[in-house]
DNA sequence: ATGATTTAAGAGTATCTTATCCTAATATAC
DNA sequence: GTATATTAGGATAAGATACTCTTAAATCAT
């Protein structure tokens, strides 16, 4: 998997909370419920991203989690660290540690490039920009439901 | 992980391969003691790709495997497809069965033109290719050894 | 034929990922 | 204060991946 479940299920949870432009906590029980996530399992990923600074939490009547930033700020790839880690960023197509400039292996230099691609297209897309794609033309957020269903 | 570490075992064995231009059949125990991988795991990825056609296996006395087209013919692409199958190229960043053109998740554009970044450049590197790289520059084939001590 | 060498195949183990469940802690509402 | 809503966190189980071990089958050399 390019993606671990885990920030799969993240990425989803983060957009949702970004189309979301109101300034209130959203429950994740509500998330789970909407993009079809196992509640605890959510919570336990959630909890990471809070724990991160990424979002933060309240908990009582009324609670849930937000962003701590506007979505127009937060990079895919910002989730995809706080979950999965810069493994993507560093990872040897071989297998080879500490793989780099300095001690190459054969496909080291193609495979850099193509890491530096998918770097690229996760720091240069925002939460936001994609709230705002998946509203226009009622993206797909579930198996079986529109953007406009959330 | 992009590629399971099965896949980038069989990735170096395929080069180790394709290194030795010689036409005899090579045995797995001696590569796996040149690239450092069990020999019992490298045996199962080993057979995989010898059931997938990519390699053809002799057993007894001087027996082993050996490619069974030249490795100009045979890309990355072809190794990764045999041992992680089609994933990297079919899978939805967010989860989505059936995630296309026709029903696409809000990421699915930009996803897609990764993915074919990724794809254009394992189709287009084939093992001959690395090889001759890898022993230009004498590059890493393991953690401590390059690729002339193979 | 016999024994050594080598791949094939299957069972068994360990570890990581994914998922579920239960209890605690915190906040609100009445 | 009591009941309710909600996140936090631990314990456990199921599944996948990574690896190990043992036995069988094929081939060669003598």
Redesign the interface.
């Given at each position: 998997?390019?993606?671990s479940?885990s920030c799969?299920?993240a990425?989803?949870a983060s957009?949702y909370l970004a189309s979301k432009n109101e300034n209130g906590y959203i429950p994740i029980r509500e998330m789970s419920e909407k993009l079809d996530i196992s509640f605890h399992f959510l919570t336990k990923i959630l909890q990471q991203l809070t724990s991160e600074g990424m979002l933060e939490s309240y908990k009582g009547p009324n609670g849930g989690v937000r962003l701590t930033r506007s979505g127009e700020e937060i990079s895919?790839m910002e989730v995809v660290l706080a979950i999965d880690g810069d493994?993507?960023l560093t990872?040897c197509?071989?297998?080879?540690?500490g793989?780099g400039v300095m001690?190459?292996?054969?496909?080291?230099e193609?495979?850099a490039?193509?890491r530096d691609?998918?770097k690229y297209?996760l720091e240069s897309?925002s939460l936001t920009e994609?709230?705002k794609?998946?509203k226009e033309f009622n993206?797909?957020?579930?198996?079986d439901g529109g953007?406009n269903d959330i």
């Open positions: 998997m390019l993606l479940k799969v299920y990425l989803r957009l895919l493994y993507m990872e197509a071989f297998g080879l540690p793989c001690k190459p292996c054969p496909i080291h193609k495979w490039e193509t691609n998918i297209m897309t994609l709230s794609k998946g993206l797909r957020m579930t198996a953007f």
